[in-house]
């Protein structure tokens, strides 16, 4: 976050200035580096989602469409969460769609959270859940997280938990860490939103990309469904994310809600690209296999070159990013490492740190991301094999 005030805007977003990701690939771009920090795969989704869409905009599905998504993707969402969760949602009542998970998120924390209330988020957390608690007015209490394996402390999130708390937010696959939460874990989460009467909210967009522990939505456990947001999104699946097209899944009086704040923020978004995602959902389980394979092959080859070059690697078991301890290579510090390593060593990376309300929690933690071409990949490894060991402290 930038230490400066900035000028006309809002007390309730000072300090947020520009995020860590458009830094970084400034820093990427400048120095014609590698860009491992961004999480926007180099690659397109399949060209046979894409002729949905243009075929969608050909025969004139371009203008508006209700606001809450159009009938085909409300339906293909539905479908899909019965298909691969044996869950039962109605696509009328309880899908809405949205301009990606980002504006789901901010529709609901606008939605549910008024000035003064409280929401809990599990720390290192992706950097705009915090801003969208602010432009609530609401502020957050975070429970620390150790790592893709470490079990979650469920009494550190008791201690999260006031009279002033109206909600949890949950990110499961995790970004950052790439911890996927665990059946018996959520069900501890579970607990605790029904004895403190918490709404959960969670953010699943990758949802479909674990290796190893299934993905588990938080709302088919016991007594979850009826005070759950699901929230989601077809970029990270696809390789769409410029599409923006995300979701979220609630119950009806939840969904009203949501829904009357992102009429007012997008009303909607992307009709013809909407047309495109309900074909996607509908993949076969080749897709699939194939998507999970091809990133845990990138994963490994990553992980193993990261721990190579003598840094700590905390293995993901879900996303497409890794994290870093640097401090093996005599480096304590994220964000200057991630600074020079543009132009010293030509790759770019993310400090951990960002993602912390309690920065030095994450101090020494790079994130590294392999949505990237094989040849993206290991054109960035290369470069870090070759100077990385040049670079000093």
Request: aromatic fraction near 10%.
């Amino acid at each position: 976050m930038a230490s400066l005030r900035t000028p006309h805007l809002t007390a309730k977003l000072q300090g947020f200035g520009t995020t860590i990701f458009s830094e970084m690939t400034a820093l990427a771009v400048a120095h014609d580096a590698v860009n491992l920090g961004q999480g926007a795969p180099d690659f397109d989704g399949p060209d046979w989602i894409k002729q949905a869409a243009a075929e969608a905009m050909v025969r004139g599905a371009n203008q508006y469409c209700r606001s809450f998504g159009i009938p085909d993707l409300c339906a293909a969402i539905a479908q899909h969460q019965r298909r691969f969760y044996d869950w039962g949602v109605d696509p009328e009542t309880e899908v809405t769609v949205t301009a990606g998970a980002t504006e789901a998120i901010f529709a609901t924390l606008l939605a549910l959270l008024d000035v003064g209330d409280e929401i809990v988020f599990f720390e290192p957390y992706y950097d705009s859940y915090m801003a969208a608690a602010a432009a609530a007015g609401a502020r957050p209490r975070t429970v620390p997280l150790e790592g893709p394996k470490a079990p979650l402390d469920v009494e550190a999130l008791r201690r999260a938990i006031t009279p002033k708390t109206r909600a949890l937010l949950l990110n499961t696959p995790h970004n950052p860490l790439g911890k996927v939460f665990s059946r018996d874990e959520l069900a501890a989460v579970a607990e605790v939103c029904r004895e403190y009467d918490l709404v959960a909210i969670t953010d699943e967009v990758y949802e479909h990309l674990t290796f190893g522990p299934p993905h588990v939505p938080l709302a088919t456990l016991p007594g979850m469904a009826e005070r759950t947001i699901t929230i989601s999104s077809a970029g990270k699946t696809f390789s769409l994310t410029g599409w923006k097209i995300g979701w979220a899944i609630a119950p009806p009086a939840l969904s009203r809600a949501v829904r009357t704040a992102h009429q007012f923020i997008t009303f909607c978004n992307g009709t013809p690209l909407q047309h495109g995602i309900a074909k996607a959902l509908a993949a076969d389980d080749d897709y699939f296999a194939a998507f999970v394979a091809g990133y845990r092959k990138r994963r490994d080859v990553l992980c193993g070159a990261l721990a190579d070059l003598d840094m700590d690697v905390l293995e993901p078991d879900g996303t497409y990013f890794v994290c870093a301890d640097i401090r093996p290579l005599g480096f304590d510090d994220g964000y200057a490492f991630c600074r020079r390593l543009p132009a010293e060593v030509g790759v770019a990376a993310i400090p951990c740190a960002a993602f912390y309300e309690h920065p030095e929690r994450g101090r020494h933690l790079v994130r590294f991301g392999f949505c990237k071409r094989d040849a993206t990949l290991d054109e960035g490894i290369a470069r870090l094999r070759e100077n990385l060991p040049k670079m000093k402290p």
